[in-house]
Each structure stands twice: as structure tokens, then as C-alpha cells.
T-cell receptor, first 116, second 113 residues
């Protein structure tokens, strides 16, 4: 079974600075999707960024970018120019692309605090 | 475009009772998934429905059940509630396969006393 590990339960960053959240995963599959979700206090999980495993190019969405290392099974999220609104729980998630309609497998999350 | 709507937002129930939670997906989305979120276990998959059929099921006891209606709205039911069922229950919808991610609702916070 696939597993997702987020080794940093909590992190903090100064406003306007850059922070990187770590995620590693374990799988024997070669084709899959990886996601980062943000969960603010409103509780709604918001999709931040998505990566397709067969694409070597790292995904980018405005201030959010990933460092996808397929061989190392690593998928870190970099947040540039951090803003107060970035404070939230961040979850890394994996989804198989080869086993039909499989659910997301989530890591335990990293709580990010942004200091003004 | 309306998002995923979950009702109610909060619920307090007594051990042994049963509860029904509701989820209305984004218009046009045919897949609805349910997840349980607790501090200890994190996010765990309950089940997924697509076009009124259960397409996938997680490792939860039979007390947890769900269904999907022809308009794609979904309900989940938990019978004989236990204290350990206290959690945030999140619903997520997608057009079909979820390859492009899911859109989540704000969840129902269930407290069992």
C-alpha cells in the first residue's frame, strides 16, 4: 500500500520569506499524481498544486512551486513571499494513475505559521 | 459556481444514536468521496460514489454506510455511534476520475458524547 510521510508536524516562516514543506511517499507504481492541499481554519481543503509523475517539469502556481524528485520519491512544496493568509495545515497526497479509481492517500500534515 | 456544500456544519450526538450527513457536489460532478479526519489518524478514506454506485470503499466497519442520489447528492450514515466516531467528516467531489484533484467541502464536525 502507498504511504505518504510529512516529517515536519509544524513549521513557521516570517512574512515575505520563503519556506519549504517536505513530503516523501512510498510506492511501487510508476504513474501517479501528487497533490498539495491547504486546510485553513475554515476547514475546507483547497488544492494548491498538482504534479503528474510522468512529467519531469516541476509544477508551479504563482508563489507555490514543487520540487519533484521521482527517484527519491520526494515532493516538497516551496512557498515564496509568504503571506499571513498562507497560515494553515498543508497536506501532501498521492493518487495512483494505474489502478483505476483509487482514493487520495494523505500525509499527516504540516501546520504552517506565518509570523508578521 | 457553487462549491461543495456539506450540512450540517456541526452535530452533537449521543453514543448509540445514528447520524446522517449530507453532501451536495459541484454541479456536473458525478463522483463524491467521503473522508474522516481525526487528530490521531489524519485523513482516512471512507467511500466513493459515482453515478449512484459505490465505486470504492475504505477500511471502516459496516456501521458506516453511504448512498448517492440521481442528482449526485450524497449522504453518509453512521449507526450505533461510538465516542471514537467523533471527527471532521469531509466530502469531496470530482467530475469523474479525480486525476485533476478533488474539490472539498468545509466538512461536518461530529461530536459523540
Amino acid at each position: 500500500a502507498q504511504t505518504v510521510t510529512q516529517s515536519q508536524p509544524e513549521m513557521s516562516v516570517q512574512e515575505a520569506e520563503t519556506v519549504t514543506l517536505s513530503c516523501t511517499y512510498d510506492t511501487s507504481e510508476s504513474d501517479y499524481y501528487l497533490f498539495w492541499y491547504k486546510q485553513p481554519p475554515s476547514r475546507q481543503m483547497i488544492l494548491v498544486i498538482r504534479q503528474e509523475a510522468y512529467k519531469q517539469q516541476n509544477a508551479t502556481e504563482n508563489r507555490f512551486s514543487v520540487n519533484f524528485q521521482k527517484a527519491a520519491k520526494s515532493f516538497s512544496l516551496k512557498i515564496s513571499d509568504s503571506q499571513l493568509g498562507d497560515a494553515a495545515m498543508y497536506f501532501c497526497a498521492y493518487r495512483s494513475a494505474t489502478r483505476g479509481n483509487t482514493p487520495l492517500v494523505f500525509g499527516k500534515g504540516t501546520r504552517l505559521s506565518v509570523i508578521a | 459556481k457553487a462549491g461543495v456544500t456539506q450540512t450540517p456544519r456541526y452535530l452533537i450526538k449521543t453514543r448509540g444514536q445514528q447520524v446522517t450527513l449530507s453532501c451536495s457536489p459541484i454541479s456536473g460532478h458525478r463522483s463524491v468521496s467521503w473522508y474522516q479526519q481525526t487528530p490521531g489518524q489524519g485523513l482516512q478514506f471512507l467511500f466513493e460514489y459515482f453515478s449512484e454506485t459505490q465505486r470504492n470503499k475504505g477500511n471502516f466497519p459496516g456501521r458506516f454506510s453511504g448512498r448517492q442520489f440521481s442528482n449526485s447528492r450524497s449522504e453518509m450514515n453512521v449507526s450505533t455511534l461510538e465516542l471514537g466516531d467523533s471527527a471532521l467528516y469531509l466530502c469531496a467531489s470530482s467530475p469523474g476520475t479525480g486525476d485533476y484533484g478533488y474539490t472539498f467541502g468545509s466538512g461536518t464536525r461530529l461530536t459523540v458524547v
